[in-house]
Structures are given as C-alpha cells and as structure tokens.
C-alpha cells in the first residue's frame, strides 16, 4: 500500500491521481506537477477535434500525449501535398486519404492508453448528442448539480468549419452542457473562442501553491489574532485553514473561516474564546475557492468579451475579431480565401468588416488589409501557438484547473509583414507552386523559401522544447535544400517520463540516444531536411568539438536547454561569435521566448543560478517547520547513509594509503561503522532499517525533550517551544503502520544493494520479521549538549579520543586485510547510491522519511508526487507550454532568417497558458556606452557611461557587440607573446594596458613586480593557461583594463579576439 495521500497545507497535493510507482506516474509526473488533481479526470473525458489541418492537428497531439481517455477525430477532407507545411502527422504516402483517418493511425502511436477514434460524417446534433452520451458519469458526486459537474467532461473542438457551423453547433453545445472550443489560425493570425456553459465551475483557478504562514501565537477571545510569520499574501475575507497546531487543537479540524487583514503579522479570526490555549506551532493556509462560470455564446460575436495582456492591445484585436468575421462573409461571397497578396481582395474583406459593423471602437484597417493579403497562408508556427492555446483551454475544461477564457483570445504576428522588403511581395512572388510549402510561400513568397533550405542552424537540447522546434523546422523547410544542415545534439536518452511531452518519441525508443531518435523522427516528417545528430553537451569540456568557426559558420542556434548554467554558457558563445541565439523556455504553464541578435537586440543577461531552498542544519535537525524541512532532511539522510559511507569504503579498499593521509575523524568512523555493519543477508538489512527507524523517530525525539521538556522556558515566562520552534513527540514503531513499514522496506532494499546483498520485496515477510524484533528500551543521556544555533553547533565539536581512533584505526586495518589481503581491491566492495529522482525505491524512502519526520512535528505530510517534485527539483511541464513556446520561436526564425536588421519587428514573448495571457514585446536595443582610457582630464576621463551613442575608443565608436580583432601570429611563425599584444594595443589604439585577462587567467598585471611583468611580458600566448583547453581555441578572447580606467570596467570594453596558429 503507498504512503497514505496526505494534503500538505503548503505544497499542492497531486497524489489521488495514479498509483504510486506505477506507469502512469512515471509518464505523466511532470504533468502532474502543473495539473493537479483534477489530472484524474483526463481518462474519463472524450473530446472531439474537428479539422485535421495543423491547428487540429496540434491540438489532438497535445490531447493525446496528456493522456485524454477518448480522443475522436473528424475531417471530411483528404490530404494534399500544401498539408504537409504544418499538418506533421501526415506522411507522403497518406497524401489522397482520408485527413482524419490519416492522422488516427500516428496519434494512436503516441500514448496507448488513448483511445483515437474516426468520424467521417457530419457533425449532426443526433451524433453529438451520442458523443455526449458516450460517456457515464463517474461513482461520485452526489444528486443534482454536484454530480451533473463531476460527471465525465465532454468537449468539442472546431478548426475548420464555417461561422455558421460554429454558431449552430456552439448553440446545442452551450444546451446540452458540452464544452466548446473554436481554434483557427489564418496565415500570420489566429481566434480561440471557449463557451463552457452555464454552470461551469473552476475548482483550482490558481497555478501557484496556496498561500500559507507559519503561526507563532493564536490568542483566546472574540475574536481570535492569529500571530504569523507574514500576512502579504492574505486578503481580507479570505478563508483559511490551520494544521498543526499544537494546544488550541480544536483549529485543525475546523471549518474553513475567513480572515481580516490586521498588519504584517496579524489575521483576526473568529471566536477562539472557548478553544484551548495555543501552545505552538501550526500553519495557516488560505483555501482556494472554487469559482462558478459562465461564457454564454449568445451575444459574443456582437458584443465580444477579448482577452489581452496589456489595455493598449484591444483596439487591434477587435480589429482582427471584425476580420475573421469579414473573412468568413468573403469566403460564403466568393467560395474562396483572398488570394495571396491579392490587393482587391484584401479591400473587399476591409468593405466587408466595415459593413459588419461588429467591431468596438475605431477599426485599424491596416491590421484587417494585412491580415486579409496573407489569410490564404498556413503556418506552423502559428498552428503550433493557436493550438496549444486551445490544448490548455480543453484541459481546463476537463481538469476544471485555471480560471478558462472569457471568450475571445486573438493573436497575429502581422510584425513579419514589416520586414524589408516584404511590402513589395506580389501575387506572383506568393502564388501556389504544387509544392509542400505552398502555404508558407503565401506569406514570405518563394525565394524566402529557397532561403530557408540553405540554413544552417543547431538545435542544442532535444528534449521537450526541442522537439516542437525540430517538428516546426522538418515542415517549414529549415535545411531542406541542397545547402542546408540541421544539427541536433543531446548527450540524453530518452526515458519514459519524456513520452507525455515529447512528441518524437515512442515507448519503443526508451534508453536510445535523444538526438539519434529525434534525426530520424524529422527525415521521416521531411526527408529533404539534412539533419545530423550529435550526442555532445555543449560547454566548456566540448570546445574542441565546437569551435568559434563552427559557431561563426552557423544562420543561427536555437537553444531548447534546461539548465541555467548551459543556457548562459550557449549564450556567452553566441555572443562571442556574433551568432543569432533564440533562446526558449518553460515551467508548467509560463513560458518565454527571447531572440538575441547581433548588432541589434541587448545580449541576453546571463541568468543567476536560482537557490536550491537551502535551510539552516539546526532547523533541519531539531526545529523543522515546514515539509519542505522534512524532505531536505531526508535528502540528506539518503545521502548520508546510502552514497557517501560507500565511496569512502570504496577508497579505502583501492587505497593501500588511505589511513596513512590525513583524514578527518568523521571520515574514518564512517568507514569503520559501515565495515562494522555489513549484512550478511536480507534480514540483517531489514534488522539495520529498523535500527535506523528507532534512532531517527524515537530516540532522537527523547534525547531532544530530555535535554528541552515540552515546559522548558529559555527565561521565566517565557517558553522555548514556541514561535518557529514546535515541540516534537516521539513515534512508536508499528509494523502494521503502512508509512513505517514503507520506511523499513525502502531503507532495507537501499541498504542491501549498498552491500551487494539481494533484496526481498514481500511486505508480509518483512511485517513477520518485524514482529519478531525486540530492541533494547532508550535511555537518554545526561548533560549531552544539543546546539541551538549554527554557530553553537561549530563550536560543540566532540574533542578528539585518541585511544578510539587508534583503536579504529587497528582495526580497519585488520578488516583490509582479512578482506583482500595484501593485493589490490578487484572490485569495490559497496555500491554507492547517487539519489535519482525517477527511481521509485528512492521516491519511496524520502516520503516515508520526510513524512514520519513531518509526523514527529505535526507537519502536515506531503504525498509522494508532491515529495518527488520538492527533493528531486523537477521542473513542472506539459505538452500546451512547449508547443506554443517553440511556436513563438519559429516566428523569430522567419525574421532571422529573412535578414531582418530593424529591431521593431523582432518580439520577446511571454505566454502564461493558466491565465490566457500572451506578451509580445520589442526587445531592448543593444546598450551603448561612451570611454575614453586615455587622456586624462578629459570628460568622462576613465569611467564608461551609458548613453545614446555607443562607446568611443580612440575616436571611434563601438556597440556592445563589437570585437577588436588581432592575428595571434608573430613573424617567427609562432603565437605572439604578451608584449606583442600590449604593443598592439597601443599602436593602434593609444591604449596603455594595465591588466591583460584571458578568462580566469592574469596574462598581465602592471602592478607586479618587475621580475613577474618581466615574465609575463615575455611569455607567449600558448604558454600561459592552466586550462588546457584554451591552447587548443584558435581564437582568444582576452579582456583588458586601460591606464584611467575603473578595475570592473572590463566587461564594458570591447574584448580582444587573438588568433592563434
């Protein structure tokens, strides 16, 4: 049996939904992490996707890889080759069948436990009504509303039907309580419409965890003032809960009860005049609030309610609401969309929506002639962001998680129609050619397209975000011409966890190389595509591999990383080599996009390493407050007791020397303990887990309240259990108790594969073992100091025993030799365990762990997905995020690779799927600066100033993103020495260096001595770095401090590139 599902106060609780340690779990944890509960009501739902062209196509696969229960296709139509620019289900040999039953057979290959189904008929009300009835509701509930919102959701998807057919079918789903959803991208431009009826209630509308403080003080009276550790993130009336509460008990159990805001520190409550008096500990958590919502159709053409992330944004989207409406009236006119920068056709739709008089406000008839002149179009990019927006706005309906749209949510990147030279595209340039990227050749004309078969781009990552890239590529034609290369590299294989968000991968490529899987996934998409796979990382250890050249020769680095320190460092070279950079990334439903381009945009600043929530060893050890405590704790058990007692062991067998060098007294007990503790068979391991068990959750506990009794006062009157300090109790060991014998069981199978023994996983033999171990009663020790504080905890170090130690040291000498005698270790002895946050055993010992400690504090416990997330740092994901975000950045590929230089057209975006806000903004232009370094008394005389006009050395001015260049080579042949390279400097610049710096590197240093600027000056570039792989660069990037200038100034100066031979 798993742990028991607990409902921590302060972390989100997601366990009810799958068995623990099951497949489920392993596929969809990440999910989990951005849906919550509500995850358990995607295997009832049945969603019809109407439209198979890319917009469906993208929103069935989101459906699909979440794991949806029924997922029912319909598509009248057959495939044709212009499907194939953004319809990536579709292979050339299902060209003339059937789009929907095409897509059926590779939808039912990505998740099969999905049911993919066909409907080739019309979408009548007696079919829908079936639809509806497909589905029974599930065993809960209770009669009435209740159960009419828990019953299985049932929703319809529309991507290519006529505004009429819309109408008539958005009506009988509003009255028969469907769930109705229109996505449609037309060329630069796209609408999602959500109606959920009349009586659509959000459970969770909030994407963060709830809102909760640690109490300090509750007082008795009428009404109550809760004390607490910060109120900033309570509003009055809010209603809120307490667990943990240790005297004035009667809280925990108590009905939700609103707050009032009375300062920083203090919440009024109600009357606590007859509860106990509180005596310590506890949390305060605000409730979430279930929301009621409406979205009726009836008036939302006429009088739209539109979503958008900044006021200034409306006028332009009811702009394109009249368009899409206009465009709709041309095609019922004329049978047909506007042909491609046809500028009559493009007037008619502009008549049309003044006509309709739908919109509100002035109408921008640019924006509607824009849209219209490319309407014909179809771009993946902009499918892939349509899409994905309506992918999320389904799992809303069926998770009842995030607050869904109100409506309307328009968007466009009508900014590609500004690039130079775009405005002069003509019906020609952009006619059909009977080719696969006939609807891309609609917006950008065919010699673009030829432009983007030449590029030569990497993919750096080949996880989630890399493979809606690498899906958006294989189908606009990235590197499929005769002069393209499309390199992919991921040193990762691909694991079953990736399957609900990856969509190139199959269970069958379980363990294969990421980037082998995915080369193949795009040749099968477009085997014109010229993609190779590397299984590199790309960082300082591959330099030799990926060279400035091999950067300088690349149109442009699309980085799909998820790790701070790759990103910067892709973005350090990037820039370095003056590379286009589109930089992406995710976490669960937050999103950003941010292209960086030489000469033009700001280099993306190098991201801090976020804290990974390091807590203080005394609170962990005797005042933990919260779970995220609890867990830390039991990370750092795991560690201490399964990886590193190991590798010490392990060095000292391969070490004849190990005791001979100078080891901290820690370090020899540990090896000697473990030596001492050695199995010899499985019920020694579980004798060991249940020692273990004693100590951490009994004994420890007593010794604490020995030393502190629950009434110790730190001075008269004053308590010392209290604050942020809760007064533990102890456990009692019970192998009938699921969450000790999980414990027992864990810690036991660990510890035997440590050992190298066989593990036995029969819970009935180890509860039989169990019962049968007797320990010997706990007698806490007099006068042992506890340290309160760190710096008490430095200063209570156990003085040295000196006869112990030898004694210890005799013996694990005696024990080397009994082991391998006088020859060297053949094999090591243990086996460390390094924590891996997929492995389910190790998920299982640090929720049992954390929450038996949690026990002992009366911390609410966490379940075991929410103990996965916090202890192994995952970074929440679904398929909706990624597939926009890739989406966002494909559009900034059409401006770079156009060769756009005008920073207006270029958009950082941000997208937030839980609250429908989509954030598309100019980036900021490179920063400029002026310095003079030499000169003295002139304005501005050694400090660099930002201004309006770049930096100025020697009368010439520089960007950010310039780089002096200098031939590395001397007349001998060889490198040049660092006198060479000073003399350079102020030959052709005037500038009197004072430090020369290559990296970590001090090349030159004015203010050494003579003897070590002699030296310096006269050693040549080759010969002085102990990295070795900077010898092997052909180029140096050497930073500099000129006479005057202030000693931090470095990174505003221009660096020096050097050329080696």
Request: charge should be negative.
């Amino acid at each position: 049996m798993a742990p028991p599902w607990g409902g921590a106060r302060r972390v989100r609780s997601v366990g009810a939904v799958v068995m623990a340690g099951s497949e489920e779990e392993a596929r969809y944890s990440r999910q989990l992490y951005v849906l919550g509960d509500g995850a358990r009501r995607l295997p009832e739902a049945a969603v019809l996707v109407s439209g198979l062209r890319g917009t469906g196509a993208q929103v069935a696969t989101a459906l699909v890889l979440a794991g949806t229960g029924r997922v029912v296709l319909h598509d009248c139509d057959t495939a044709c080759t212009a499907d194939r620019a953004h319809q990536f289900l579709l292979g050339e040999s299902d060209l003339g069948q059937n789009r929907a039953e095409a897509s059926q057979r590779a939808l039912a290959e990505l998740n099969p436990h999905v049911v993919v189904e066909t409907h080739n008929g019309e979408l009548s009300e007696a079919f829908l009504a079936s639809f509806r009835d497909s589905l029974r509701p599930c065993a809960m509930g209770s009669p009435g509303m209740a159960a009419l919102t828990d019953r299985p959701r049932t929703v319809v998807v529309l991507t290519e039907s006529p505004l009429e057919e819309q109408i008539r079918i958005g009506n009988f789903c509003h009255a028969q309580g469907i769930c109705f959803i229109v996505a449609d991208t037309k060329g630069l431009a796209g609408q999602v419409f959500c109606d959920f009826g009349e009586h659509f209630v959000v459970d969770d509308p909030a994407e963060e965890d709830p809102v909760s403080a640690a109490v300090q003080h509750i007082s008795q009276g009428n009404p109550g003032v809760v004390t607490c550790m910060g109120t900033k993130d309570f509003r009055d009336g809010d209603l809120v809960t307490f667990s943990g509460v240790q005297g004035m008990t009667e809280l925990n159990s108590h009905k939700p009860v609103p707050v009032r805001v009375l300062d920083t520190s203090r919440l009024e409550i109600s009357d606590t005049s007859s509860f106990s008096p509180y005596r310590c500990g506890g949390l305060v958590s605000r409730v979430q609030q279930p929301k009621d919502c409406s979205h009726p159709l009836c008036q939302a053409l006429e009088e739209p309610k539109i979503k958008v992330a900044n006021p200034e944004d409306e006028p332009r989207s009811r702009s394109l609401h009249a368009a899409f409406q206009a465009l709709h009236a041309f095609r019922r006119e004329r049978g047909r969309l506007p042909r491609p920068r046809a500028a009559a056709d493009a007037e008619r739709v502009l008549e049309l929506a003044r006509s309709l008089g739908a919109q509100q406000g002035p109408l921008d008839e640019e924006v509607v002639r824009a849209f219209a002149s490319v309407s014909a179009g179809d771009l993946c990019p902009v499918a892939a962001v349509v899409g994905a927006l309506a992918a999320q706005e389904v799992l809303k309906a069926i998770t009842r998680k995030f607050q869904p749209l109100n409506q309307w949510l328009y968007f466009d990147a009508l900014e590609c129609l500004a690039l130079p030279g775009a405005a002069e595209l003509t019906e020609t340039d952009c006619a059909p050619r009977g080719s696969r990227y006939d609807g891309q050749i609609a917006v950008f004309g065919a010699n673009f397209q030829e432009k983007l078969g030449r590029q030569k781009y990497l993919v750096v990552g080949a996880g989630a975000i890399g493979c809606e890239l690498l899906k958006n590529f294989a189908m606009m034609g990235l590197a499929a011409g005769p002069d393209g290369e499309l390199i992919i590299t991921d040193m990762d294989t691909v694991a079953l966890s990736n399957l609900h968000r990856q969509l190139l991968y199959r269970s069958a490529d379980i363990s294969e190389p990421k980037s082998v899987v995915a080369a193949a996934a795009v040749q099968r998409m477009n085997p014109d595509v010229r993609v190779t796979p590397h299984q590199n990382q790309v960082g300082p250890a591959t330099e030799m591999l990926y060279r400035d050249n091999f950067f300088r020769h690349l149109d442009g680095v699309a980085s799909a990383l998820d790790t701070i320190e790759a990103r910067t460092y892709l973005e350090r070279r990037c820039l370095r080599c003056h590379t286009p950079l589109l930089d992406s990334g995710t976490e669960g439903t937050q999103g950003n996009v941010l292209p960086m381009v030489p000469s033009l945009t700001k280099p993306l600043k190098p991201a801090s390493t976020p804290r990974n929530g390091t807590f203080p060893l005394c609170t962990l050890r005797y005042f933990p407050r919260t779970i995220q405590h609890t867990l830390q704790w039991a990370r750092d058990e795991f560690e201490g007791l399964f990886q590193l007692p190991a590798e010490q062991v392990n060095q000292f067998m391969e070490d004849p020397d190990f005791l001979k060098q100078q080891r901290p007294r820690k370090v020899l007990e540990q090896v000697w303990d473990s030596l001492r503790k050695r199995p010899r068979d499985w019920q020694d391991c579980v004798h060991w887990a249940r020692q273990r068990w004693e100590s951490c959750y009994h004994d420890t506990i007593i010794q604490l309240l020995q030393n502190y009794p629950p009434e110790h006062e730190t001075s008269p009157g004053v308590p010392f259990w209290t604050g942020d300090r809760t007064c533990p109790h102890p456990l009692t060991f019970s192998p009938d108790n699921d969450t000790h014998l999980d414990y027992v069981l864990a810690a036991a199978h660990l510890f035997a594969q440590v050992h190298r023994v066989s593990p036995c996983r029969d819970r009935a033999a180890i509860q039989a073992i169990l019962h049968g171990v007797v320990l010997p009663p706990f007698v806490p020790q007099e006068g042992l100091q506890i340290p309160l504080t760190e710096e008490l905890a430095e200063e209570a170090q156990v003085p040295t025993d000196h006869r112990q130690l030898t004694q210890i040291t005799q013996d694990l000498v005696q024990w080397r030799l009994d082991l391998v005698g006088n020859e060297e270790a053949q094999a090591p002895l243990m086996e460390p365990i390094h924590f891996e946050k997929d492995n389910n055993v190790h998920i299982d010992f640090i929720t049992a762990a954390s929450n038996l400690r949690a026990e002992n504090y009366s911390i609410s416990p966490a379940d075991r997905l929410t103990s996965k997330r916090i202890a192994g740092q995952i970074v929440p994901a679904i398929i909706t995020t990624t597939a926009a975000v890739a989406g966002l950045a494909c559009l900034e590929v059409y401006k770079l690779v156009w060769g756009c230089q005008d920073l207006s057209c270029y958009r950082n975006s941000n997208i937030s799927l839980s609250a429908c806000l989509l954030l598309r903004l100019q980036p900021l232009p490179a920063p400029t600066y002026w310095f003079l370094p030499h000169g003295a008394g002139q304005p501005g005389y050694g400090v660099p100033v930002l201004a309006a006009t770049p930096w100025q050395y020697g009368g010439r001015e520089w960007s950010c993103w310039d780089r002096l260049e200098m031939q590395g080579v001397g007349a001998d042949g060889q490198a040049v020495t660092v006198q060479e390279v000073l003399d350079w400097l102020q030959r052709t610049y005037g500038w009197t260096v004072t430090m020369l710096l290559c990296g970590d590197n001090v090349l030159y240093d004015s203010k050494a001595d003579a003897e070590t600027r002699a030296q310096q000056q006269a050693q040549r570039l080759s010969e002085n770095f102990r990295d070795a792989r900077k010898l092997q660069q052909q180029d140096l990037e050497l930073l500099y401090i000129c006479e005057g200038q202030d000693a931090e100034a470095e990174d505003t100066s221009p660096p020096l590139l050097c050329s080696l031979p």
